[in-house]
């Protein structure tokens, strides 16, 4: 599984690049705080959601820590998607959040 640092979406967010971001936590934890633009789909609901996601894009998953992100961009890859695991997840974000 392919992963990218905090740093390194930072830097990609910076240079304006067209990035497609999925927030797998729960509701209310992405009311708190989430990186804009980002889309949230519960980890629970990913199975049922998928078919809102394109196989012809690259899609950064996020979570709280890194953990369900990484089960959400196993599961999406044996569906034959092309995913990235933030790691640290938004723990380690240091990053602008709305």
Same mark, same amino acid.
């Given at each position: 599984? #392919?992963?990218?640092?905090t740093?390194?979406?930072? #830097?990609?967010?910076d240079?304006n690049k067209?990035?497609?971001?999925v927030? !797998?936590?729960? !509701?209310d934890? !992405? *009311?708190?705080?989430?990186?804009?633009?980002?889309?949230?789909?519960?980890?629970g609901?990913?199975e049922?959601?998928?078919?809102?996601?394109?196989k012809? #894009?690259e899609?950064?998953?996020?979570?709280?820590?890194?953990?369900?992100?990484?089960? *959400? *961009?196993?599961?999406?890859?044996?569906k034959?998607f092309? !995913?990235?695991n933030?790691?640290?997840?938004?723990?380690?974000?240091?990053?602008?959040?709305?």
């Amino acid at each position: 599984m #392919k992963e990218i640092s905090t740093k390194e979406l930072q #830097k990609l967010l910076d240079e304006n690049k067209d990035i497609n971001m999925v927030d !797998v936590r729960e !509701v209310d934890e !992405v *009311a708190e705080a989430k990186i804009p633009d980002s889309v949230n789909i519960p980890l629970g609901l990913l199975e049922f959601r998928m078919h809102e996601l394109d196989k012809s #894009k690259e899609y950064i998953m996020i979570c709280r820590s890194g953990g369900r992100s990484g089960r *959400a *961009a196993q599961y999406l890859e044996s569906k034959g998607f092309n !995913v990235i695991n933030m790691v640290g997840g938004m723990l380690a974000w240091e990053g602008e959040t709305e």
